[in-house]
């Protein structure tokens, strides 16, 4: 992995060189052992913190790496308990500024 520059080392430590190589043998392993409770449980707490990049990254390519039906519904229950007070977006009313703005962009364009 040295040679092939797929990890360096530095003072005795190791690490890869790119970070998502690292996110991806995490979603690797953790897709890998999606049958083991310990497993979901992680994959449960780290979906209630996407916010944090080293989630977001490796739930990116657990779901990539599993198709089990358990982590889109822990992605889809905490975006629930985040957006629960908030309405739906309603495309037909809710974004009619947006789409006037679109009439006059030919327009805007067309002078500059």
Known sequence: LLR???MEEAHGNFRFRYEYVYYFF????IANNMTEDATK???SKMC???YQDEFTNTIMFVTHLSKDPFI???ILSTADAVYRSHEALDFSKDITQVNELLDTVPELALEK
């Open 72 to 74: 889109i519904k822990s």
């Open 48 to 50: 209630e913190r996407l």
């Open 4 to 6: 092939a520059m797929v």
């Open 26 to 29: 995490l979603a690797k392993f």
């Open 41 to 43: 449980e992680r994959v």
